[in-house]
């Protein structure tokens, strides 16, 4: 399988630099899976878990928002917040989603509605851990 290069980088560090067969991110208008010779594109991502697979073996990344651009020189990812799931606390993720659903009763209007947009993100990329971990 045809390989490319993919930098994911996130304001503390360099999550991931090297060649991989495919990268799955979560894009704000639906999941993109990007391979060699994909056509290029700048895209918005949502918070979710991203899939890097390389030498056969697939990588969950949790991101937490940024933008992706795919070009002839390969895929770049710049996420708000990027962690793989075998480092994630998952006790610790649970505590931060109940505190953001207390947190909700003393918001309103479009704020309220940001809040439970992201909380949805929150426990969408919760399921999808729970599942992955889970089944591996």
Do not use: Y
């Not at 918005?44 to 697979?53: A, F, K, L, N």
């Not at 649970?94 to 207390?102: G, K």
């Amino acid at each position: 399988m045809a390989t490319f290069h993919f930098n994911l980088v996130s304001p503390e560090r360099i999550a991931f630099s090297g060649e991989v067969e495919q990268v799955d991110i979560p894009g704000v208008e639906g999941d993109i899976g990007v391979m060699a010779g994909h056509s290029p594109l700048v895209t918005t991502i949502r918070p979710g878990v991203m899939t890097i697979t390389a030498g056969g073996k697939h990588e969950k990344v949790i991101v937490l928002g940024g933008l992706a651009e795919i070009s002839d020189k390969g895929l770049t990812v710049l996420a708000d917040t990027a962690t793989a799931v075998a480092e994630l606390d998952l006790a610790a993720f649970a505590d931060s989603i109940a505190q953001m659903e207390e947190d909700l009763k003393e918001k309103e209007g479009t704020v309220l509605d940001q809040a439970i947009e992201r909380l949805d993100h929150f426990k969408t990329i919760q399921r999808q851990v729970v599942n992955s971990t889970a089944m591996h």
